[in-house]
């Protein structure tokens, strides 16, 4: 069993910047792929970005792509989502995902383990 934690919502101006973390435990972590997924409200939960077991592959929505950047220190068990050029658009409760998997995955319903959220609020 994987638990995820997240970190490093809040709440900042357009324009500007946040780096979420999600720690993981329970489980080893070089064996899964992670995502990051927000929900707006009265939204379905989205997909934001992914990233490989070992880190060398990416994926991005069109919507992030450019202004986000997707990483993971497997001797932290930490996945990170550095976010720049907030919009208001961006806000969100923001979600990270763990799935056993080699591949990439951006379907929510590829993904076994999710944390709690953490809210990023871009005010315009």
């Known amino acids: 069993q994987v638990q995820l934690v997240e970190s490093g919502g809040g709440l900042v101006q357009a324009g500007g910047s946040l780096r979420l973390s999600c720690a993981a435990s329970?489980?080893?972590?070089?064996?899964?792929?992670m995502g990051w997924f927000r929900q707006a409200p009265g939204k379905e939960r989205e997909f934001v970005a992914a990233i490989s077991r070992s880190g060398g592959t990416t994926s991005y929505s069109d919507s992030v792509k450019g202004r986000f950047t997707i990483s993971r220190d497997n001797a932290k068990n930490t996945v990170y989502l550095q976010m720049i050029s907030l919009k208001p658009e961006d806000t969100a409760v923001y979600y990270c995902?763990?799935?056993?998997?080699?591949?990439?995955?951006?379907?929510?319903?590829?993904?076994?383990?999710w944390g709690q959220g953490t809210q990023v609020t871009v005010s315009s």
């Open positions: 329970g489980g080893t972590f070089s064996n899964y792929g």
């Open positions: 995902a763990a799935v056993r998997s080699k591949a990439i995955a951006s379907r929510i319903g590829a993904y076994e383990y």
